[in-house]
């Protein structure tokens, strides 16, 4: 476990929670917009039970028809400006939400296609996909649903207390006698809840790791007949999310139980104090002064449990957001470059006493040495695992050298960029990769420099136009996912034209 995660443990982060935050300054007026909404929200809600209190007291016992008449009017008035400015809330909140998502996630997949090949080797793909879509989510949702709805219910708190304090103190002081106990239930939902959605999402990005990898290596499984062992190990770690997450439901049954018994206890405390406190029983002009402060107290009670409720998804969020923060932090993983640009090549290729280790103390590569002149074809010959392909990724620079160095016409090619370094070099892989869009752009890999011009002129010159003009749509061919729609000769020549096409 990370350190951030680690930290999801432990109390409210709010230097994480401040990091978060100023994702928001560039929509600042949506924001504002939100925190007015939610403002105006709260004081429309409290608005109700008074007008009902005067509507029993002053209309219904006085049988004033004209009074009632404009109290439902009133009523009807605060109802449609409730619902307006909660259709105005919801909206430019999920709007926040949304744009910090896009953000927050085109940052996330710039900085990781920027990490060394050591990342990618020891990272599932499963859990880096779910940092950059699921956890995403989670982290959206801080404001749709978390940060600006507690803000929304602890202000309707305090104007509904206000408005208490200022009736019947006495009264309100009763119902605030319960208080302790629902906070003391909050604060130990939310501590619970904490530890048990760190759980949750561990679980999820083991789920999508192993669906990831197994969905990518069926042909395997299926060749060795591994279908059934595979199946019964998905169970395992299916049966770990759902114990997760019924850890999550258990949690939210026993405090919103609580919260419903001391909800109707405050209700029970305040037709007790009425009815006893008044010699006879409660009096009609009191009725609505009663049935205003049953309201108040339901106006009360509701924002905890719904605050309860929204620090679940503000915890679940932070959980996601140290997640995804600790992959943006890891400097340690960025490609290191130089800043020298490789303009003209001879062609000349050089290592000097290079030693290389993808894990430590094992090296794969000991004291190599040798010269290509510019021009010079050469076959590097041995054994499988004997670093043949570890070469190339080495003069391209996917890893870094512990000893010695490589040379491009006598430029150690730590000194140049990664640009110019890759653009002067060609490579067909034996493990083709195509991606799911067209030949076209397969080939093309979208540089706006290469037409199809040219790619068909580079298809005939090397012999493939006529293969891939048989195909529906020739170049526009829709290729699926790793090729699947092609042979592995066909992926090949395609592989082939695409390190032709780039002209190195």
């Known amino acids: 476990m990370s350190k951030k995660e680690a930290s999801a443990k432990k109390s409210f982060d709010v230097n994480l929670f401040s990091r978060i935050f100023s994702y928001t300054r560039p929509y600042r007026g949506i924001f504002i917009i939100s925190v007015l909404s939610a403002i105006l929200i709260s004081a429309f809600s409290v608005l109700t039970p008074s007008l009902v209190g005067r509507l029993i007291d002053e209309a219904i016992t006085q049988q ?12 009807a008035a605060v109802l449609f400006g409730e619902v307006l400015f909660q259709l105005l809330f919801t909206y430019t909140a999920n709007l926040l939400g949304e744009s910090i998502i896009k953000d927050l996630r085109t940052h996330l997949f710039s900085r ?8 990618f080797d020891k990272s599932s793909v499963g859990i880096l996909v779910t940092r950059a879509v699921s956890d995403m989510q989670k982290i959206g949702e801080i404001f749709s649903q978390g940060f600006f709805m507690i803000i929304a219910d602890v202000l309707k708190m305090l104007v509904v207390a206000t408005v208490m304090l200022v009736m019947n103190w006495k009264l309100a002081l009763l119902v605030f006698s319960i208080m302790p106990l629902i906070l003391y239930a909050t604060r130990w939902f939310q501590k619970s809840m904490k530890v048990a959605f760190v759980e949750v999402r561990t679980q999820i990005a083991a789920l999508n790791s192993f669906v990831q ?8 499984l299926q060749l060795f007949h591994r279908e059934a062992e595979e199946a019964k190990a998905f169970r395992a770690i299916n049966l770990k999310h759902q114990d997760a997450w019924l850890k999550t439901v258990w949690y939210n049954s026993i405090f919103f139980a609580i919260a419903e018994l001391l909800a109707s206890i405050t209700v029970g ?11 006879g029983g409660i009096s ?9 402060f049953i309201l108040l107290s339901s106006l009360l009670f509701r924002p905890l449990r ?16 140290g ?11 960025l490609e290191v470059e130089g800043d020298t640009e490789l303009d003209e090549v001879q062609g000349k290729v050089t290592f000097k006493d290079v030693v290389f280790a993808y894990e430590p103390e094992k090296p794969v590569l000991r004291g190599v040495n040798f010269n290509i002149e510019p021009g010079q074809c050469i076959a590097v010959v041995g054994a499988t695992g004997a670093g043949k392909s570890t070469l190339i990724n080495l003069l391209n620079r996917f890893y870094e050298i512990e000893k010695g160095t490589i040379e491009i016409d006598d430029l150690d090619i730590r000194q140049l960029t990664l640009k110019g370094l890759r653009s002067h070099i060609s490579v067909v892989l034996q493990d083709v990769f195509l991606f799911a869009d067209t030949i076209e752009k397969n080939i093309t890999l979208g540089d706006p420099n290469i037409t199809l011009e040219s790619v068909v002129e580079a298809a005939k010159s090397i012999g493939v136009h006529d293969f891939i003009s048989a195909l529906p749509g020739g170049y526009h061919f829709e290729i699926n996912e790793r090729g699947s729609t092609l042979s592995s000769g066909q992926r090949q020549l395609i592989s082939f034209l695409r390190a032709y096409v780039a002209n190195p």
């Open 213 to 220: 990898e197994r969905l990518a290596g069926i042909r395997v």
């Open 112 to 119: 990781m296609i920027r990490f060394r090949m050591t990342y």
């Open 323 to 333: 997640r995804v923060f600790a992959i943006l932090d890891d400097t340690e993983q």
């Open 284 to 292: 009609p002009e009191k009725y609505g002064d009663i049935f205003t």
């Open 269 to 279: 405390l305040i037709v007790w104090y009425g009815g006893v406190q008044n010699v």
């Open 64 to 75: 004033n028809a004209e009074l009632l008449l404009q109290l439902i009017i009133a009523m």
């Open 306 to 321: 719904h605050i309860a409720d929204k620090f679940n998804v503000l915890q679940m969020g932070m959980v996601a957001a």
